[in-house]
């Protein structure tokens, strides 16, 4: 539902805006907690500028998001507080937002307890972790997008500046480096939009920074401590 959202969201504001897009494919993955690698659309026509860009690339993440806030909330109402064993388990890192929702809806666990997500507080920590991904600022992801229409030419540079940044978060997860490596076989380079000269509005320039602070929210470190990818 989640990732649903997220790429009808893409689909109907590229169609708004005058782009030739798919409606979304879905990439299947025999992953045991995810069962997919994530959704993408297609267009087949070019953007027509650095403002559609931006448009476009915002779209998804916040409509993921918005599902994801109530998905969590609701999940982590379901779930409960259980007692820490030396059982293996697999232990998450929260990102700010999915931590928030958890202290108001669960409190604080008492020493020894943690909380035992519900499946539907996984699939709305999933939804978060999933717009992080998408909000890197870099090659085709959502993220790339966005800067590109931020920066236009001068994407070129940032580029490498983004994925040395995903190559040393790997010291913390090496996830990052199965990450680093699918940007870099999905192509680093962006496809200028047909007016790559007309700036940013005002309007445009907001979004750009709740992209910005949506990542800062979302974005967990080490997601899977203990585990590589």
Do not use: C
């Amino acid at each position: 539902m989640i990732l649903g959202s997220h790429e009808l969201a893409h689909y109907l504001v590229a169609r708004r805006l005058g782009v030739d897009a798919t409606l979304p494919y879905f990439l299947p993955i025999p992953h045991p907690f995810t069962g997919t690698m994530g959704a993408f659309i297609k267009m087949r026509s070019p953007v027509p500028s650095r403002s559609a860009l931006v448009r476009v690339g915002i779209a998804g993440p916040l409509a993921g998001f918005a599902v994801a806030i109530p998905v969590s909330a609701i999940g982590l109402a379901l779930s409960r507080q259980v007692a820490v064993g030396d059982e293996p388990v697999l232990r998450l890192g929260s990102p700010l937002v999915f931590e928030l929702i958890s202290r108001l809806v669960q409190g604080v666990p008492e020493p020894g307890f943690d909380v035992m997500l519900h499946p539907l507080a996984f699939a709305g920590w999933l939804g978060m972790f999933v717009t992080a991904l998408n909000l890197l600022p870099v090659g085709q992801l959502d993220g790339g997008h966005i800067v590109y229409g931020v920066l236009g030419r001068r994407y070129r540079v940032f580029r490498w500046f983004v994925l040395g940044a995903v190559v040393l978060m790997g010291l913390f997860w090496p996830g990052w480096w199965f990450w680093a490596l699918l940007v870099i076989v999905f192509g680093l380079r962006h496809p200028p939009p047909l007016d790559d000269v007309t700036r940013l509005d005002r309007q445009d320039r907001l979004l750009v920074v709740a992209a910005a602070l949506l990542l800062a929210l979302t974005l967990t470190p080490v997601p899977f401590p203990g585990v590589g990818i």
